[in-house]
């Protein structure tokens, strides 16, 4: 069927002649993907349909030209061509940090090609003396960058606390690492920090000693730091940027989110403190894309007479709180999450047979803030990037399902970069939704087959092809800050695999049609969310959030998909982006509500 409308009928089974109705808006002249369903048109295949029509942030018709121009078009109708350009869904983030993504935006930007120009310790310590003079960085107690990737950096490593001593010897610095689970801080951070040589190790986490400890965790901090080693160290330095700063981290994520098409994004694993900051900003001027938000899971279950999280189906000023987050483990290119098998090369000071380690050691734990997350209603999201840290989650949700009955549930197991067949077929009957960072393949390709895991199992990270072969419903994300919260880079990465540095094509056998990319970041994404029915596909009766495209994904060649641009950015009818009349700064820098004087902004990616 090529035509959806709204329509009275007068009796049951036919329809009466629809009467004269204007619509806000109509699209035509292009390609519309609907992604509405296996035979729909507009989803992948044959023609699809020629125009949609949108009224009061609704979809009204989807269906032919001349039959929306009947039906729908009054004086004050907006006809939009789209001069061949593909009309899509809107783009929902399975995984991301909505704050994040503006810290990313406001520090120092460390990261290499093609999204930075970092290549070297040199050019990091450049980054992060020029921002230390920026207005935000002379306000800011600690001068603080994100993004540098030992895997890119010319010297093969990470900064230590001599090279960040150079940028400044009175002032603390931070440096965080790409995958956000790790960082180096120069002396004066240290002592901030209150580490040194009698320091011993946090559960979760590493300090780096100098060469020449022979007894681990005494000695000499080098001033890298791991996992729970280093989270203090981001809240401290965040903690220490200015008020005006951190009072538009959210305007400025929601900028640029919607740069890329998304309309619909998360907070993935805020502190209590921070959930109520976002509230209160979308109070104050409610968001122009809807926002979804996960409390940190040992914080809500920890607090048994008091309901941290308020979750809620419906949004309120663009905000609402869904679940939790849970940590089970850190990053495969920081070479901190837990495997099953060794590192293929052992970070130094590691020993033989290293597998990195487990954020919770004690299984019971995590059990009970599974258990208690399902008793409450909450939707479980875990982070678990290594196979031992899955076991370790399908064990948890297993035992927890027994415990509490069934339930359409929709746990999230994040990442899941190294998920065996065998996982995914516990995620199939346990009802685990894997959402993939699919954008690995691109970033860190390279640095897995080389480095991390060896070309076998390198070749089978974010294993959605065996998902898609079990009829699974699967989605991917960006994790902003850790990558730009680029859609087009999560569809290009899926259909090519194809890594940065080598171009060679990561495990062929896991490459999945730019369809099942595109349902990824909509449809399965909606039907992450339980937002199925109002979002995810162009049909009558959902919400009218659209993107404009360049070219449809579905019609370019593969290695064509990364060239795609959004031109624009609709929630609910209305344009988000690009804002006319306003630069990019502009535009980012909405009113935001300053932060409570004891919030510490937290991102644990």
Same mark, same amino acid.
């Given at each position: 069927?090529?035509?959806?409308?709204? *329509?009275?009928?007068?009796?049951?089974?036919?329809?009466?002649?629809? +009467?004269?109705?204007?619509?806000?808006?109509?699209? &035509? $002249?292009?390609?519309?993907?609907?992604? =509405?369903? +296996?035979?729909?048109? $507009?989803?992948?295949?044959?023609?699809?349909?020629?125009?949609? =029509?949108?009224?009061?942030?609704?979809?009204?018709?989807?269906?032919?030209?001349?039959?929306?121009?009947?039906?729908?078009?009054?004086?004050?109708?907006?006809?939009?061509?789209?001069?061949?350009?593909?009309?899509?869904?809107?783009?929902?983030?399975?995984?991301?940090?909505?704050?994040?993504?503006?810290?990313?935006?406001?520090?120092?930007?460390?990261?290499?090609?093609?999204?930075?120009?970092?290549?070297?310790?040199?050019?990091?310590?450049?980054?992060?003396? *020029?921002?230390?003079?920026?207005?935000?960085?002379?306000?800011?107690?600690?001068?603080?960058?994100?993004?540098?990737?030992?895997?890119?950096?010319?010297?093969?490593?990470?900064?230590?606390?001599?090279?960040?001593?150079?940028?400044?010897?009175?002032?603390?610095?931070?440096?965080?690492?790409?995958?956000?689970?790790?960082?180096?801080?120069?002396?004066?951070?240290?002592?901030?920090?209150?580490?040194?040589?009698?320091?011993? !190790?946090?559960?979760?986490?590493?300090?780096?000693?100098? +060469?020449?400890?022979?007894?681990?965790?005494?000695?000499?901090?080098?001033?890298?730091?791991?996992?729970?080693?280093?989270?203090?160290?981001?809240?401290?330095?965040?903690?220490?940027?200015?008020?005006?700063?951190?009072?538009?981290?959210?305007?400025?994520?929601? =900028?640029?989110?919607?740069?890329?098409?998304?309309?619909?994004?998360?907070?993935?694993?805020?502190?209590?403190? !921070?959930?109520?900051?976002?509230?209160?900003?979308?109070?104050?001027?409610?968001?122009?894309?809807?926002?979804?938000?996960?409390?940190?899971?040992?914080?809500?279950?920890?607090?048994?007479?008091?309901?941290?999280?308020?979750?809620?189906?419906?949004?309120? &000023?663009?905000?609402?709180?869904?679940?939790?987050?849970?940590?089970?483990?850190?990053?495969?290119?920081?070479?901190?999450?837990?495997?099953?098998?060794?590192?293929?090369?052992?970070?130094?000071?590691?020993?033989?047979?290293?597998?990195?380690?487990?954020?919770?050691?004690?299984?019971?734990?995590?059990?009970?803030?599974?258990?208690?997350?399902?008793?409450?209603?909450?939707?479980?999201?875990?982070?678990? !990037?290594?196979?031992?840290?899955?076991?370790?989650?399908?064990?948890?949700?297993?035992?927890? *399902?027994?415990?509490?009955?069934?339930?359409?549930?929709?746990?999230?197991?994040?990442?899941?970069?190294?998920?065996?067949?065998?996982?995914?077929?516990?995620?199939?009957?346990?009802?685990?939704?894997?959402?993939?960072?699919?954008?690995?393949?691109?970033?860190?390709?390279?640095?897995?087959?080389?480095?991390?895991?060896?070309?076998?199992?390198?070749?089978?990270?974010?294993?959605?092809?065996? =998902?898609?072969?079990?009829?699974?419903?699967?989605?991917? &994300?960006?994790?902003?800050?850790?990558?730009?919260?680029?859609?087009?880079?999560?569809?290009?990465?899926?259909?090519?695999?194809?890594?940065?540095?080598?171009?060679?094509?990561?495990?062929?056998?896991?490459?999945?049609?730019?369809?099942?990319?595109?349902?990824?970041?909509?449809?399965?994404?909606?039907?992450?969310?339980?937002?199925?029915?109002?979002?995810?596909?162009?049909?009558?009766?959902?919400?009218?959030?659209?993107?404009?495209?360049?070219?449809?994904?579905?019609?370019? &060649?593969?290695?064509?998909?990364?060239?795609?641009?959004?031109?624009?950015?609709?929630?609910?009818?209305?344009?988000?982006?690009?804002?006319?009349?306003?630069?990019?700064?502009?535009?980012?820098?909405?009113?935001?509500?300053?932060?409570?004087?004891?919030?510490?902004?937290?991102?644990?990616?």
């Amino acid at each position: 069927m090529t035509d959806q409308q709204v *329509a009275p009928t007068n009796e049951p089974g036919r329809p009466a002649a629809p +009467p004269y109705d204007e619509a806000d808006l109509i699209f &035509h $002249g292009g390609e519309i993907v609907t992604v =509405a369903g +296996p035979d729909a048109p $507009g989803s992948g295949d044959g023609p699809g349909p020629e125009a949609v =029509a949108v009224k009061g942030g609704v979809i009204v018709h989807v269906g032919g030209y001349q039959q929306a121009l009947d039906r729908w078009q009054g004086p004050r109708t907006r006809l939009r061509d789209l001069r061949g350009q593909a009309l899509l869904p809107g783009f929902i983030d399975a995984h991301g940090h909505l704050s994040g993504i503006g810290l990313q935006a406001t520090i120092a930007n460390l990261l290499a090609a093609p999204d930075g120009d970092v290549t070297g310790i040199a050019s990091i310590q450049e980054k992060l003396r *020029a921002w230390a003079e920026t207005p935000v960085g002379a306000a800011s107690k600690w001068i603080i960058g994100f993004g540098y990737d030992d895997a890119m950096l010319c010297e093969g490593r990470h900064p230590d606390r001599d090279d960040l001593d150079a940028v400044s010897a009175t002032r603390p610095v931070l440096a965080i690492h790409q995958s956000f689970h790790l960082g180096a801080v120069n002396s004066a951070g240290l002592r901030e920090l209150g580490y040194d040589a009698e320091t011993e !190790n946090p559960e979760g986490g590493v300090i780096r000693r100098r +060469p020449g400890v022979e007894a681990p965790p005494h000695g000499e901090p080098d001033g890298v730091l791991e996992e729970t080693a280093f989270s203090p160290a981001s809240e401290a330095a965040t903690t220490g940027l200015p008020v005006t700063a951190l009072a538009t981290l959210f305007s400025k994520g929601v =900028a640029s989110a919607a740069s890329f098409g998304f309309t619909t994004v998360q907070e993935g694993g805020t502190t209590a403190d !921070n959930l109520a900051a976002l509230r209160a900003a979308a109070a104050l001027v409610p968001f122009k894309i809807d926002v979804v938000a996960y409390v940190r899971a040992d914080q809500a279950t920890g607090a048994p007479h008091q309901d941290l999280v308020e979750a809620a189906q419906e949004y309120r &000023h663009g905000v609402r709180a869904a679940g939790v987050k849970l940590y089970l483990d850190g990053s495969p290119q920081g070479r901190t999450a837990w495997l099953t098998e060794p590192y293929l090369t052992r970070p130094e000071g590691t020993e033989e047979g290293y597998r990195g380690y487990p954020t919770i050691k004690d299984d019971k734990v995590v059990l009970d803030q599974v258990r208690t997350a399902y008793e409450r209603g909450w939707q479980v999201l875990a982070h678990v !990037n290594g196979d031992a840290a899955i076991d370790q989650f399908i064990e948890a949700v297993a035992a927890a *399902a027994e415990q509490t009955g069934p339930g359409d549930r929709r746990t999230v197991a994040i990442h899941a970069q190294t998920a065996r067949l065998d996982q995914i077929a516990a995620f199939d009957r346990l009802g685990i939704i894997p959402s993939f960072f699919s954008m690995h393949t691109f970033y860190w390709g390279d640095w897995y087959r080389h480095t991390v895991l060896g070309p076998e199992r390198a070749a089978r990270i974010s294993p959605a092809k065996w =998902a898609v072969e079990r009829n699974m419903i699967y989605t991917s &994300h960006h994790d902003a800050p850790v990558a730009l919260p680029n859609s087009i880079a999560i569809l290009s990465s899926q259909v090519t695999r194809r890594t940065r540095t080598d171009g060679i094509v990561l495990g062929p056998g896991q490459c999945v049609s730019a369809l099942d990319a595109v349902r990824s970041i909509t449809i399965n994404a909606a039907h992450q969310y339980f937002e199925q029915d109002s979002k995810g596909s162009i049909e009558v009766g959902k919400l009218a959030d659209l993107v404009i495209l360049s070219a449809s994904p579905l019609s370019v &060649h593969p290695d064509e998909i990364k060239d795609i641009r959004v031109a624009e950015t609709f929630k609910q009818g209305r344009s988000i982006h690009p804002v006319i009349g306003l630069s990019a700064d502009q535009a980012q820098d909405e009113p935001s509500v300053p932060p409570a004087a004891d919030q510490q902004w937290h991102c644990s990616c």
